[in-house]
């Protein structure tokens, strides 16, 4: 009897493996089945929640797009009026300045009605009416919700107004928390201060804070000499490099007195 070649196979295992074929593919046929059967009985049970929600998504979205478009176009045109607004009062249009303030300051809110009020209190004190500017600053320093940069400008500027018709350690201690090194309004804050302890009659803890402000570097230059001299009346050494002020001041420490006599 002659031998099958080694890789051919016989009828029985070619039945077997197309057996096992047909298997296949009917067990994948009937996997689909129960998968659809799945997904069919899933949507039934949660379809319309879950379009509902999806619906509901979209819609939150949308809306989300809409008041975002509506705030920057709001802000547009807050920021638009307050130019306008600035513009007026460069140009010394006072009333003009501080009606659109004012109307700004109501229809806006956060940082943008606070600039208003800010500018709509310097129309009020350019005009003299000094109280209505320290009713709005106050009503900005009072206000929580307004960053803390400008509310303590607004405590600073209400203080300068008010200062002389208060209570000196009123002022002191409004101003104190402000009046320290390394705040930004350190030397506004700490000139009105040491002030302040003049007029209580603390002429050490006057000269001692006149002295900080006129070391610190980050205090304006016109700040600085006027509280250098001020500690200088209080017995207070302010200068700490007698060479650098004197460049600063546009001298030589070695040029000779005015009126010496020259050979």
């Known amino acids: ?16 493996e197309l057996q096992a074929a047909q298997d296949e593919v009917l067990m994948r046929e009937i996997d689909d089945a129960v998968r659809q059967e799945e997904y069919l009985r899933f949507v039934q049970t949660y379809g319309r929640p879950l ?19 509506r705030q920057e176009a709001a802000m547009e045109k807050s920021s638009e009026d307050l130019i306008a607004a600035m513009d007026q009062f460069g140009a010394g249009n006072l009333d ?14 956060g940082a943008a009605a606070a600039s208003a009020m800010m500018l709509q209190a310097g129309a ?3 005009r003299g009416n000094a109280e209505e500017a320290a009713r709005i600053y106050g009503q900005i320093s009072q206000d929580d919700a307004l960053p803390p940069a400008l509310r303590d400008l607004a405590t600073i ?24 090194p390394g705040h930004p309004y350190f030397g506004s ?4 201060v040491a002030m302040a302890y003049l007029e209580q009659g603390k002429r050490k803890e006057a000269g001692t804070l006149f002295g900080e402000i006129a070391k610190d570097e980050d205090v304006p230059e016109s700040l600085k000499a006027r509280a250098r001299q001020m500690a200088g009346l209080l017995g ?21 007195a005015a ?5």
């Open 96 to 109: 003009s300045a501080g009606s659109a303030a004012a109307a700004l300051a109501e229809g806006a809110d």
């Open 1 to 16: 009897m002659a031998l099958r070649p080694g890789n051919e196979k016989s009828s029985e295992e070619k039945q077997a």
């Open 259 to 263: 009126g010496a006599a020259t050979e």
């Open 189 to 192: 804050a700490g000139e009105l």
């Open 236 to 256: 207070v050494d302010a200068i700490e490099d007698v060479e650098e002020l004197l460049k600063s001041q546009g001298l030589d420490e070695e040029q000779p």
């Open 157 to 180: 500027r209400e203080a300068a107004i008010t200062f002389d018709r208060r209570d000196p350690a009123e002022i002191v201690a409004q101003l104190k928390p402000l009046a320290v």
């Open 124 to 126: 009020a004190l350019q």
């Open 51 to 69: 379009l509902g929600v999806l619906i509901a998504g979209l819609l939150a979205f949308a809306g989300y797009l809409f008041w975002d478009n």
